[in-house]
């Protein structure tokens, strides 16, 4: 009974809480978002259906954490720092798979893939590092993560992959080319949540930002866009 009572109540939204409505918003457009590409599998030629089926996976687990997120946020009032970074060191990865899936019939090495998602590992353990274990020196952890991400970015869009994509060209080429300014433009939208969010000499330029808000804006636009940019390039290969 106590278990049943638990599930029904729903803790109260206030009006101004952007936090817990970016949350609640964000875990309903995951839902939508991996109904939308688990059901679409069945349209694409075979070899594409595994690059769908990651896009759907990234999208829901981020739902999954973000039901969880939005429960403990409206529970604490506290940013769910935990739940953020096991969703991301989940879901980061599995976007570097996909560059990897797009990339195979090029000739896509699995060391590609196992060193874009070690980099993107890295980032992500120092940037939790700052966040919650050492944050009086979150500069620090912060820039070491900032170097990862930036080996990520010269990966992409200077190294191998580069030159993979180009081999592979037209419908690859362009969807890896749309994937890598996702990288660039929207994964930039997390260093800026870090610094609104840690002590340090930034704080007075971010001061008056979110971290959460920052962090659920980024992962709506990266982790549904990401998906769509794949949907797109099956459709424009299936046809053909
Ligand atoms: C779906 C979730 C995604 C795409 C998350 C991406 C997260 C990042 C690119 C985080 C990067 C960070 C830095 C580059 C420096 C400060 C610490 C982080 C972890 C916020």
């Known amino acids: 009974m106590v278990l049943f009572t638990n599930f029904l109540s729903v803790a109260k939204l206030a009006t101004d809480d952007y936090v ?11 839902m939508a978002a991996s109904a939308f590409f688990f059901l679409s599998l069945n349209t694409f030629d075979k070899k594409w259906r595994t690059s769908i089926l990651v896009s759907g996976l990234i999208t829901f687990i981020a739902a999954v954490h973000y039901f969880y997120m939005r429960d403990y946020w409206a529970t604490n009032a506290e940013s769910p720092t935990f739940f953020r970074y096991v969703d991301w060191v989940l879901t980061v990865p599995l976007m570097c798979v996909e560059f990897y899936l797009i990339l195979k019939a090029a000739g896509a090495k699995k060391s590609l893939m196992w060193r874009l998602i070690f980099l993107s590992v890295v980032m992500l353990v120092t940037g939790y590092i700052g966040e919650v274990i050492f ?93 769509l940019v794949i949907y797109n390039l099956a459709i424009q290969s299936s046809e053909k």
């Open 20 to 30: 817990g409505f970016t949350f609640f918003v964000g875990s309903m457009a995951m």
């Open 135 to 227: 944050r009086d020196n979150a500069w620090f952890w912060g820039l070491i993560s900032g170097i990862a991400y930036f080996v990520i970015v010269y990966d992409i869009w200077l190294g191998k992959a580069k030159k993979l994509a180009e081999a592979a060209g037209g419908a690859v080429l362009q969807a890896h080319k749309t994937l890598c300014w996702f990288v660039l433009v929207g994964w930039a939208i997390y260093p800026i949540g870090y610094m609104a969010g840690t002590p340090g000499w930034y704080e007075s330029i971010f001061g008056g930002l979110d971290l959460d808000v920052i962090y659920n804006i980024g992962d709506a636009v990266n982790k549904i866009g990401f998906g």
